[in-house]
């Protein structure tokens, strides 16, 4: 039986899967609540009537939405420098180091990698075939 959490503590993934010891990333997906509430905050919808119809227009402050979502999805990190400078996990921080081609296009391929797996389904479907009679856990 799948064991699924309300809290979202994060996945680590290592730089390097060999050497956990060069450093890693803590990451998370948003929740609808959490992307709701970004919407929320960066989002601006007015009306206004425009020769007798009425007119919705909206305004969308993406360089808000992209620093909090920076700083929702790093969750943490370990070892990580930038031009000879270790940083510590800060907003600021998150949103230097997403400028920086190469952290940008990790963190994008694993929260990928995050959205299509769903690890509380795994867990259950690996604990299951480890119940089975003959205990394997090859399907």
Known sequence: MPNFKSKNEGTWFDFDESDPSIGGICLR??????????QSITV????????GVMTEKVDVN?????EL????????????????????CTKANKIRMMQVIDFAKFVFDKLLDLSE??????????????????GSTKT
């Open 29 to 38: 997906t948003l929740s609808p609540t959490e992307e709701e509430k970004i």
């Open 44 to 51: 601006k919808r007015t009306s206004k009537p425009v020769r």
């Open 62 to 66: 993406t360089v808000l939405r992209n």
């Open 69 to 88: 979502m920076y700083d929702y999805w790093i969750k943490d990190w370990t070892n990580i420098e930038l031009d000879d400078e270790a940083l510590k």
């Open 117 to 134: 797996s769903n690890a509380t389904i795994e867990e259950a479907r690996v604990k299951n075939l480890e119940s089975t009679s003959d």
